[in-house]
Structures are given as structure tokens and as C-alpha cells.
């Protein structure tokens, strides 16, 4: 009454907001208290509260106020109460503690991979019906399996985060459990009938951990799912806003609504569903019998899923970093584990229609998408050629001067200005190095051949062959010396300091 007397002065929006926040937690906390009646009353006073409350956010808005932050306000509001509003909480929770209590009191037995076991410890079995609890919101909730945002789930806001906060609650519960259930096995290790009860409660840690894990499996596939469709949407504007022109692809370039999403994010995902198959595998093993061959098979096929789909976020990893070879390797390989995949399910006492049909889209993606990866290595492939057929045309031994002549693949002789090097053009004012130059051009390596003269071969050859005439009487004779004593004295002396030679 007071949120609604604030509504329509139109003066206090915040305190307004304040008494409707108000209102609806209290309202929430009745709901998990009452019976049947008193929830449907305490659910149409919830209808007209959250209109009223996003009314308010709406008008905070409008008039340039920043969005407020509802636990702030919850708390100023438990401020300002005094002391009342301490009591109406203790009482609220002390009513909600002993109406799960009651509730619990009826929850007795777990079912679990076709096997129903008694739940006799008062801990345990206070955990377990809080997840059963948690498991029928999620049931009732109006968001898809596949993590679609469209419709959020009523009385939360949001769509796919509400869901998985929803998962992890149930999830701890179950882990609550089973915590219950090993106490109690280490209470009961003596006694009569201590044996039957510790295989009981053996049982029931095990089924508890199956459900544990499922809801693991479920929780990582509604965030994987999710994923993936955001991703298949920015693939999709990507592709107008390469395609189109003018306004659609303005509209696509500009529309970031969504948070962005990786292709190696989604394949991680289906990396830890892999693990989460693996683990839940191990308990099917552990469990034995006919009923344990049965989750196996289902484990199989579900690992087998969940590769064949981390196969292909991978292969869209590598397309988008420009890795032709491997994308198209990883899409191919993709389709033969989506076949796989199929086989194994149809293989299973209960075949999985909807992991079918996603495997089916799964193959029919990498199908096109090899093609788009075949397309684009084909096409590096033909720019690589062309480029290199360019520079092997460019190769020439004449490298001085200015000019030069290269001969095309067809014959035909075109010229082209050469650049020259700083060693040929000494005695020009010419830069072959700094900044502009695409290249330094010093010298050319290897340097140009030099032309060496040489003698015809004709000659060397035929030289062998020639007989040359005798040049004997051409040559100086030697003159005889003369004898004498002054001759002989003289040339001991001579001989001595080397004349006479």
C-alpha cells in the first residue's frame, strides 16, 4: 500500500521502489512457507508487485538517475524498519526451516537409474528433498533444454542465468547429500546390521553422485547450447555484413547486443561435457549389472556427441585464424565422428532424438564449412603461385644499369626499369638506402659474373699436335775466358765477392 500511495503521487520513485522490493521479498518468503492456497495468493500479489517494480526502475531511468541497486536499497529499507523488521525475518525464516522440515519428512526413497533406495538419515534426507524441490523449478521453467534466451523463466529475471543458477543449487544440494550419507556410513561402521547398512548407504552415495553428475552434464549442455547459438548469430551478421551493402550491413556491423563468443570458448565447453561423460562412465562401471551396461551405452554415445561437436568449434577456431589446412582437415574429420556419433545412439536401448538431430545439424555445418575452408586454402594456394611466378619472371643476371629486359611466359620480351645498386652508380647523386626505400640496394648478391678473356679452344686443342722448329742457333754463345796469371789473380778475387759470374 505504501509502494502504491508513492506510485501515484509520482513524487518518491526510489521509495517507492523500495516498498515494492520490500514487498516482494517478503511475499517470496511466504510463498516457500504456505500451503497450497496461501501460494496462490501470495503468487497473484507477485504478478502486481513486478510490473510496479520495473515501472519504477523505468522512471528512475527516464529522469537521468542511475540504476539502483536493489540490495542497497533492501538494506536501507531493513535500516529504517528498526527493529520490526529483524523479527518479521527471524520469524519468516524459522517458518520456512520448519516447512521444509515437514516437507522432508515425506521425501523417503531416491530413484536413480531404475533403482529406488531409501533415504533414512534426517540430514540426508533434508538434502535431498531440497534438490528434488529445485529439480521441479526446473522443469516448470519455461526455458528450453537447448538454452534458448526468448521466454525467461517466471517469477526470475533473465533467461539462461537464472537456469543455471537454478543447476548449481540443485547440484549442491545433491553434493549436501551425499556429504549426509558418508557421515552416516562412518556412524554406522558397528553394531548389528552394520554390514546391510553400510552397503545401503554405499548404494545410495552412488546414486546420489549419478544424479549429482547428470545435472552436472545438463548444466554444462544448457551453457554449451547457448553458446553455440550466439555464435551461429554472429557468424550469421558476419556474413551480411560482408555480403550486403547499405543499411543491412550497417544494421549487422552495429548490432552487439549479445555478449560476444568464441569458437574456442564453445569447444572448451564440449571439452568438460567430454570429462563430465567420462566421470559419469566410471560410476555406470562402478555400478555393474544390466543396468550398468545401459549407462555405459548411454555414456558412449554421449562422449561420442560431445567430440564430434568440440571437433567442430575447433575446426570454426582454426577458420577464423586464417588456418585453411587444418579447418578443413578438422571439418572432414568433424562429419565421420558425427556418423559415429548417430551409430552409437541408435545403438542404445533408448535412442536420444534430440542429440540426433543436433549431431544431424552438427554434420550438415561442417559439410559447408569444409567447403568454405577448401574454398580458401585453394585460393592462398593460387595467390602463393602467383606471387612467386611473379618473382621467378623478376630474376635476371643483367642486374647494372638502369634498365633491362625480363622474357614473359609466352616469349614475348618486356622491359622494365631496373633498380640498380650503390657499387654500380659510384658518380651518381643517387639514394639507395634510408627512408622511402623499400629495400637497400648496396650490392647485388651474388654479384654479377665478370667478363674474363680467354683464349679460343680451337688453338689449346690443335696446340698439342704442332711440332716447333729448333731455335738453337739463335741463342748467345759464351766467350771463352782468357788465360793469364793477372786473369786468374783478378778472379780468385772475383769469385770471392761474387764477380766474375
Known sequence: MAGTLLLEKE?????????????????????????????GTCRHFLDQVEPAVRFCEYQISRRGGAAPDTAALLAS??????PGQDVLASKLASLAAEAQAQRAAS????????????????????????AQE???????????RDGSEAEPMKGVEGGVDPRIALYDRTINAYSEARAAARAAMQLSLQGEGAEEA????EALGRALLGLELQHTIARNLTLAQSAEKRLSRALRRQFIAINSSGAAAKAAA???????????????????????ASELNDLAAAVGGAAGETLMDDCAAKTAHY????CVFAAHACLAGAQWPQAAALFQRAEERCSQAVAKYNEGAVPDATGKAHLAKLAQQAKAFATVAAAELRATELRESAAAAEQVDSLALEGSGRSGTIAAANGVKRTREAAGFLAESMDEWEAFIGHGMRDPRIAPLPPPPALV?????????????????????????????AAGAGAEDGGMVSRLFGWGR
Not at 529499507?77 to 528498526?82: E, F, N, R
Not at 553400510?198 to 548407504?201: C, F, I, P, T, V
Not at 560476444?260 to 561435457?273: G, I, K, S
Open 11 to 39: 513524487s518518491d520513485w526510489e521509495g517507492a521502489l523500495t516498498s515494492f522490493l520490500r514487498s516482494k521479498q517478503l511475499l517470496e518468503g511466504l510463498f516457500q512457507v504456505g500451503d497450497f492456497e496461501q501460494r
Open 307 to 310: 567430440q564430434a561437436a568440440r
Open 134 to 144: 529445485l529439480e521441479a523449478q526446473l522443469k516448470t521453467s519455461t526455458v528450453g
Open 77 to 82: 529499507a531493513a535500516a529504517v524498519g528498526g
Open 254 to 276: 552495429k548490432d552487439k547486443t549479445e555478449r560476444p563468443v568464441r569458437a574456442e570458448d564453445v569447444a572448451r565447453l564440449f571439452d568438460t561435457l567430454v570429462a563430465n
Open 198 to 201: 553400510r552397503a545401503e548407504l
Open 453 to 481: 678473356p680467354v683464349r679460343p679452344i680451337v688453338l689449346d686443342t690443335a696446340l698439342m699436335c704442332i711440332e716447333p722448329p729448333s731455335v738453337e742457333h739463335r741463342a748467345p754463345k759464351r766467350q771463352a775466358a
Open 107 to 130: 521425501t523417503s526413497e531416491v530413484s536413480w537409474n531404475g533403482e529406488t533406495l531409501p533415504v533414512r538419515d534426517d540430514r540426508c534426507r533434508l538434502a535431498v528433498h531440497s
